[in-house]
């Protein structure tokens, strides 16, 4: 059984910062793309980002670019999203996603291609 934990949300103030990470189990994340979705009350759920099972490869939705870094730790099977200069626009849920074949890579930015999914975790970014 495949699950996924996420931990790290919380209230930060506009410019701050927060790490997010995502315990996998049931799954390796050396083999799975993971990714990293968020869903703000009254709006559907968007992508944020993934990374493939090399960690040689990364995406990024262009509202985050060059402010989210997604990671992860084989060893621990563990995903990260480190989000600096936060902004109120980044207040929603966020969710830890695996992605639903083995060494898959396509159509990233889609949710439909994930299979397995967190609970979610809130994010709030004051001004």
């Known amino acids: 059984q495949v699950q996924l934990v996420e931990s790290g949300g919380g209230l930060v103030q506009a410019g701050g910062s927060l790490r997010l990470s995502c315990a996998a189990s049931g799954r390796a994340v050396r083999t799975y793309t993971m990714g990293w979705f968020r869903q703000a009350p009254g709006l559907e759920r968007e992508f944020v980002a993934a990374i493939n099972w090399s960690g040689g490869s990364s995406a990024y939705a262009d509202s985050v670019k060059g402010r989210f870094t997604i990671s992860k730790d084989n060893a621990k099977n563990t995903v990260y999203l480190q989000m600096d200069s936060l902004k109120p626009d980044d207040t929603a849920v966020y969710y830890c996603?695996?992605?639903?074949?083995?060494?898959?890579?396509?159509?990233?930015?889609?949710?439909?291609?994930?299979?397995?999914w967190g609970q979610g975790i809130q994010v709030t970014v004051s001004s």
């Open positions: 996603t695996t992605y639903r074949t083995a060494y898959g890579w396509g159509a990233i930015r889609r949710a439909s291609e994930y299979d397995y």
